[in-house]
Each structure stands twice: as structure tokens, then as C-alpha cells.
């Protein structure tokens, strides 16, 4: 249903989550990573963050593509109570961040960049997840057994943790889970 005229798509993450998003759209795709810092200025609104960042990442390879490229970058945050819980670096931390997010609403924003030599498109797309009140039980269960120190927000909703602790959502289950399939495949047909 995608034809890229010709032009040959780079993902440009390391998760495996998004390669098998990406991979469900039925398009060909290489992957290609670059390290790149996840600053944002400290006056921005949590809500303009994932976008900044996704787009960050694909400038990044500004002047390394062919002309027959295009690279597809994503980042996603988690939003709780106007502040942005990152990557925790520990358990200690994943702990706190699962504990603040029970029984409570939060928002996770996830932005995609599509970036060519003469084209660049930033887009963005936010999901509601509410969550029921979690044990502390069931917080040590998940980390010790799920490790979630590379997820934002210290948790994957498409595993344990979500299965039993999210109670709603509102949006895109795909744009919690890190790559809103919906809007790529948009980007991509519109390319």
C-alpha cells in the first residue's frame, strides 16, 4: 500500500518495539542508528518535547544520507502532572515513577520525523493512559521480571504492567507503545 517511489526508508531507533511496528505496515525498511543527546531546552512545554526530540534525531543525519533516503525518527515521553518522567537509571527509580503513576492519569506524546535531503516532516501524536492503583508487590514484580530501564516512564504497556494496570486509554495504544503506525503510514502514502 506504501510505495516509496524508489526511495529506501532508514529507521533510525535501536528498539525492537518500533522495528516491529514499523515492520507491521508492510514496508521495507534498514535500520541505522545514530547517538544522539535527548536534551530539550528547560522552558519548553512537556507536551512540544517528543516532537523536539524526534526531530533532533533525524537532523542528526543531515549531510550522511543518499538522495534516495529517508529517515524515520520517533521519540516518546511520558507526562505526568505537567512534568516529563524519563528513562529511569535504576530500579530504585523505575520504583518511584510506577508508584507516582498509580491511580492516576497521565499523558505519554510521541512525535515521528521524516527527514530526505529535500523534505522534512515533524508530526505528533498524544494518548491518555489511565492507570488502576498498582501494589508495591506487583511494581517489584514488573521490574524484576521486565527491567524497564530503557522505556520512558519505567514501563511498556504492551507487557506485564499494562495488562494488568492500565484501565483505559484514550488514543493510540501504538502511540503509547513508542510509534504511532497510524501517522507514519499517513506520512508515508502523502511522501
Known amino acids: ?65 543518499a538522495d534516495d533516503e529517508i529517515v524515520l525518527t520517533s521519540d516518546t515521553v511520558v507526562i505526568l502532572e505537567g512534568k516529563i518522567l524519563g528513562k529511569p537509571e535504576n530500579a530504585e527509580e523505575a520504583r518511584k515513577m510506577l508508584t507516582d503513576l498509580s491511580a492516576k492519569q497521565h499523558k505519554v506524546s510521541t512525535g515521528i520525523t521524516l527527514l530526505s535531503n529535500t523534505k522534512s516532516i515533524t508530526l505528533q501524536d498524544e494518548a491518555s493512559v489511565f492507570f488502576k492503583p498498582l501494589s508495591q508487590e506487583e511494581i517489584d514484580f514488573y521490574i524484576d521480571n521486565f527491567r524497564p530501564f530503557d522505556k520512558a516512564g519505567a514501563y511498556g504497556i504492551q507487557e506485564w504492567i499494562g495488562y494488568i494496570g492500565v484501565k483505559r486509554l484514550e488514543g493510540s495504544f501504538y502511540t503509547v507503545m513508542g510509534l504511532p503506525v497510524h501517522l507514519v503510514y499517513q506520512a508515508l502514502r502523502d511522501w
Open 1 to 65: 500500500m506504501i510505495n516509496l517511489k524508489g526511495n529506501q526508508l532508514i529507521l533510525a531507533s535501536k528498539s525492537p518495539r518500533r522495528q516491529e511496528l514499523l515492520k507491521g505496515l508492510c514496508v521495507d525498511f534498514e535500520v541505522r542508528t545514530k547517538e544522539t543527546p535527548e536534551d530539550f531546552p528547560e522552558t519548553m512545554s512537556a507536551s512540544k518535547v517528543s516532537a523536539f526530540l524526534s526531530e533532533k534525531k533525524a537532523k542528526a543525519f543531515l549531510g550522511e544520507l
